[in-house]
């Protein structure tokens, strides 16, 4: 199960770009007011749609150009729990705790060394060629996170892409919304 929420930034670009997000989402059966008033779909679903957008669109970084428009009410109850926390490294505690609930079959991981703190993502099931671009989603609303809580002009200094089942649309559309060197990248 997913929930539908985090897929506002991408019908909201679509919408402000004249594209037909219903279409899109009738396409997948996800009902729109599911989107907005939060529910279950199928993680299938999701991935799909995301996919769908990617390929008819012709446009592979449309997931990171989307998602600079995340904000916290896209996390449904997931931004509840945030702004109850009173630092950083525990709001970012809490999205890994309830990252699995609300996206199942996820694991997210918050690791602390020194003044590095890695958060990871994994998910050890193939769902559907659209997964890449869910890996897109994921890394782009945990950076516009991070930009909302703490600076909006923050970057990663580094991004570490494991195991991804192709590499073939993350490696040079990552550079400009991350501020990502060649050096910084796998």
């Known amino acids: 199960m997913f929930d539908a929420r985090i897929l506002n930034p991408l019908v909201r670009y679509l919408d402000r770009h004249g594209v037909n997000s219903d279409s899109y989402l009738s396409e997948r059966r996800i009902p729109r007011e599911t989107l907005l008033a939060g529910g279950w779909i199928a993680k299938k679903q999701a991935y799909d749609l995301i996919r769908d957008v990617v390929t008819r669109e012709h446009c592979p970084e449309i997931v990171f150009e989307a998602y600079e428009d995340f904000c916290f009410d896209d996390l449904g109850p997931i931004a509840i729990a945030v702004s109850s926390c009173r630092t950083v490294k525990e ?8 990252g699995g609930s609300a996206f199942e079959g996820n694991e997210y991981f918050l690791q602390i060394e020194g ?6 993502y994994r998910e050890r099931k193939h ?3 659209g997964q890449d671009w869910i890996n897109d989603m994921t890394l782009a609303a945990y950076r516009r996170m991070i930009n909302l809580l703490v600076d909006p002009e923050w970057l990663p200094e580094k ?12 490696l040079e559309p990552i550079r400009e919304p991350f501020g990502m060197k060649k050096a910084d990248l796998p």
């Open 91 to 98: 709001a970012l505690e809490v999205t890994t705790r309830l």
């Open 115 to 120: 003044k590095t703190a890695w958060l990871s």
């Open 127 to 129: 769902i559907s060629e």
């Open 159 to 170: 991004v570490l892409i494991q195991g991804a089942g192709s590499l073939r649309h993350v």
